[in-house]
Nanobody, 113 residues
């Protein structure tokens, strides 16, 4: 079983930045496709970004150009750099291992002035 632990959430003003981390256990991390999702209150969980084992990335249109997903296989960690945060970005952010199907517990992001 793969365990995922997110961190880095917090509260920032509009236009601010946060960097989320997702630390993974398990030997399959380096070959796993990893994703970030978010869920705002009263809304369905939505996909944000993904990164393949080869580093290839994809982004939802709503975050393209503002968010960057990256990974460090040696550290078994995937990151989500979030810049130019908007009032519509607040949510609980989750990481997901596509291959194992595991989810982290989530980390809260708040954007307010």
């Amino acid at each position: 079983q793969v365990q995922l632990v997110e961190s880095g959430g917090g509260s920032v003003q509009p236009g601010g930045s946060l960097r989320l981390s997702c630390a993974a256990s398990g030997s399959i991390f380096s070959i796993s496709r990893m994703g970030w999702y978010r869920q705002a209150p009263g809304k369905q969980r939505e996909w944000v970004a993904a990164i393949g084992s080869n580093g290839l990335t994809n982004y939802a249109d709503s975050v393209k150009g503002r968010f960057t997903v990256s990974r460090d296989n040696a550290e078994r960690t995937v990151y989500l750099q979030m810049n130019s945060l908007k009032p519509e970005d607040p949510a609980v952010y989750y990481c997901n291992n596509y291959d194992s199907g595991d989810w982290g517990q989530g980390t809260q992001v708040t954007v307010s002035s």
